[in-house]
């Protein structure tokens, strides 16, 4: 079982930024793959941003150039540097742990942490 808790969402105005937090806790396998979806109302979950244990990064094209994502491997945490935050990234923001173990697949969802830009 891996646990999944985030951190940092919040209400910020137009162009500003924010920084989410994922800490995995539990049976951690590596190599893994850490990302970030969202979630507006009435809109299905979505990728924002993943990466993988060789610190490969993909973003939706959506966020490309506002966005960074990033790992601390020894703190088992994933970040999520929102910056020019917009409106339309209003959002339910889950962290996410999938890994590939001996065969089996492991994938585990945090409870969500909510973002709101507006002024």
């Known amino acids: 079982q891996v646990q999944l808790v985030e951190s940092g969402g919040g209400l910020v105005q137009p162009g500003g930024s924010l920084r989410l937090s994922c800490l995995a806790t539990?049976?951690?396998?590596?190599?893994?793959?850490m990302g970030w979806y969202r979630q507006a109302p009435g809109q299905q979950r979505e990728l924002v941003a993943s990466i993988t244990g060789g610190d490969t990064t993909n973003y939706a094209d959506s966020v490309k150039g506002r966005f960074t994502i990033s790992r601390d491997k020894a703190k088992n945490t994933v970040y999520l540097q929102m910056s020019s935050l917009k409106p339309a990234d209003t959002a339910v923001y889950y962290c996410?742990?999938?890994?590939?173990?001996?065969?089996?697949?492991?994938?585990?969802w945090g409870q969500g942490t909510q973002v709101t830009v507006s002024s």
């Open positions: 539990g049976t951690i396998f590596s190599p893994n793959v």
């Open positions: 996410n742990y999938y890994a590939l173990h001996l065969g089996a697949r492991f994938g585990y």
